[in-house]
């Protein structure tokens, strides 16, 4: 167990849902030629393959009681089915409608009671320049 620094836990008492306290990055990625898998299902089992490298991907807050000091950091097993989740697009949906929806989720708060990440995968995009098939991921990660 350990203590959050006082700007860390700053960042959990200031946020509200109108100002989230989590940073966000978009990444359009075209697939390689001949790709049959399902982006997310690979993408689940190459970060659970990299978690014991990534405590800061395996630990949640830890609130003490009466909230008489800062918040405490835990270790967690974190679920990946909701930590990592498909987002299917309309056919040939475009950048225009990736980020209308990036926008939407952007705001949705992170769920405390767990690890504060969470990816979104994005596939039914247009194909990309050279024709191949686009999948975009949308990540979340908390300030804290």
């Known amino acids: 167990m350990k203590t959050l620094s006082g700007l860390d836990s700053a960042f959990l008492y200031l946020e509200t849902p109108e100002m989230p306290m ?36 395996r630990r949640r807050l830890w609130w003490m009681p009466l909230n008489l000091a800062n918040p405490a950091w835990v270790d967690a097993e974190p679920d990946l089915e909701e930590h ?6 309309p056919p040939g949906s475009g950048v225009a409608e990736l ?9 949705v708060l992170l769920d405390r009671s767990g ?9 039914g995009l247009e194909p990309g320049p050279e024709g191949g ?4 991921v949308y990540s979340q990660l908390h300030h804290a």
């Open 22 to 57: 989590h940073v966000g990055a978009l990444h359009i990625l075209e697939l390689p030629e001949g790709y049959k898998g399902r982006f997310v299902r690979d993408l689940r089992k190459h970060i659970a393959s990299r978690l014991p490298a990534a405590p800061v991907l």
């Open 99 to 107: 980020e209308k929806r990036v926008g939407e989720l952007h705001p």
């Open 115 to 123: 690890p504060l990440w969470k990816f979104h995968v994005f596939d």
């Open 84 to 89: 990592i989740v498909a987002i299917r697009m």
């Open 133 to 136: 098939r686009r999948v975009a």
